[in-house]
Structure formats: structure tokens, C-alpha cells
């Protein structure tokens, strides 16, 4: 097993235009999370799913952001309308279950122009 | 909402001294992790503690929890160049419906200079 494996690493986009991000986790993780990070800062916690369930969506989120995790393997993050605010690394993780650490992988950059 | 304070947020230090980096907060956490960032990367596990008063070693690494479990402590002898990176504590929810998930504090930059 490689890790976690984030497509792309980096995503330069318009204001306005709509992104998606792709996770593979650890294939034997049940447990996958999004968080986002900006520069200097720690991750801020987004959604997590527990196989293909959605369990928990921060409520900072706003409806522009969706997630799934379709048959509880890779998941996708999709950002509509993209605003300038959004600039910033997003963060896939996965773990064994409950209570064990994460294994994070290398991230998304995304720049809003 | 959970929230956890870092302290420093930057420390700059010469090869061979020793630091301290303290995560405090008001709530009581099930889990304590450490984690170290380089840039570009995602942040990689040093180590979990789990018990009240529990200290882990780990090289010239020493993580400590607080007896209530609501602090924790990395400290780190004689520092070396290729300790620099961001480090960051992460408090796992007590029980209940978001057990599992992280909360991050906002990490301290150490940069340790040759």
C-alpha cells in the first residue's frame, strides 16, 4: 500500500468555477477525513466518513461544499462557485477506525484567481 | 467546541539547545497525538498518548499528557536542523458521536538553525 494518494497536488481556478478533489485512503482504513489548512495554521476539520456514511460536516461549510465517499473507498471533495477564500490546502487523512492516529496524505493546494 | 491553544506559535533555536511546546485546553480529551509537518506535505504521526500522565519517549522526543487530560507537552533535546518543521497537537473527542475526530491546534514552527 502507497498511503494516502491526493489528485492533484496543486489546482490553480478562476473565481467562480467549480473544482473536485480526489482521496484514495489506505485501502484497509474504514475511516476517511477532509480538513483544510492555511499557511502557518493547523488543519481545520471539514467532514469524515466512516465507510461510504457521511457521519459528520463541520457547520463553518458552507453548501458549496459536498463530499462522497461512494462504496467506502476513494472520496471526492467538490467546491461550487469557488471564491477567493477557499485559497488553501486541503488535507485527506484516513485511519483504522476510532481513536487511532491518521495517516495524512501530501494534500491539495488550491489558488482562487 | 473543543479548542487547542499551542504554545510558542514560532521558536528559532540553535542546533543542541532543548524546547518545550505545550498544548493546553479546557476540555477533556480521549487521546492526545503529536504531529510534525514539513512544507507541502501532510502532517505525519509521532506518537499517541492515550493515559493521564503518560510519557513517550521517542528518540530525543518526550510527549508527556496531563494527569486531567486536557494538556500535553512535547519536548525535544538538543535540537537538530532536521527537527525544523511545523508540530501540531490534535485532541481526540471524549466519547460520543465525533469520537475519532481531531481537533488541531494551530502548531508551532520550530526552525532550528546549523
Known amino acids: 500500500d502507497t498511503g494516502v494518494s491526493q489528485n492533484p497536488r496543486h489546482k490553480i481556478t478562476k473565481r467562480g468555477q467549480n473544482v473536485t478533489f480526489r482521496c484514495d485512503p489506505i485501502?484497509?482504513?474504514?475511516?476517511l477525513y477532509w480538513y483544510r489548512q492555511t499557511l502557518g495554521q493547523g488543519p481545520e476539520f471539514l467532514t469524515y466518513f466512516q465507510n461510504e456514511a457521511q457521519l459528520e460536516k463541520s457547520r463553518l461549510l458552507s453548501d458549496r461544499f459536498s463530499a462522497e465517499r461512494p462504496k467506502g473507498s476513494f472520496s471526492t471533495l467538490e467546491i461550487q462557485r469557488t471564491e477567493q477564500g477557499d485559497s488553501a490546502m486541503y488535507l485527506c487523512a484516513s485511519s483504522p477506525g476510532a481513536g487511532y492516529g491518521y495517516t495524512f496524505g501530501s494534500g491539495t493546494r488550491l489558488t482562487v484567481v | 467546541t473543543q479548542l487547542l491553544e499551542q504554545s510558542p506559535q514560532f521558536l528559532s533555536i540553535q542546533e543542541g539547545e532543548n524546547l518545550t511546546v505545550y498544548c493546553n485546553s479546557s476540555s477533556v480529551f480521549s487521546s492526545l497525538q503529536w504531529y510534525r509537518q514539513e512544507p507541502g506535505e501532510g502532517p505525519v504521526l509521532l506518537v499517541t498518548?492515550?493515559?493521564?500522565?503518560e510519557v513517550k519517549k521517542l528518540k530525543r522526543l518526550t510527549f508527556q499528557f496531563g494527569d486531567a487530560r486536557k494538556d500535553s507537552s512535547l519536548h525535544i533535546t538538543a535540537a537538530q536542523p532536521g527537527d525544523t518543521g511545523l508540530y501540531l497537537c490534535a485532541g481526540d473527542s471524549a466519547g460520543g458521536t465525533s469520537y475519532g475526530k481531531l481537533t488541531f491546534g494551530q502548531g508551532t514552527i520550530l526552525t532550528v538553525h546549523p
Open positions: 498518548v492515550v493515559t493521564g500522565g
Open positions: 485501502s484497509e482504513h474504514n475511516r
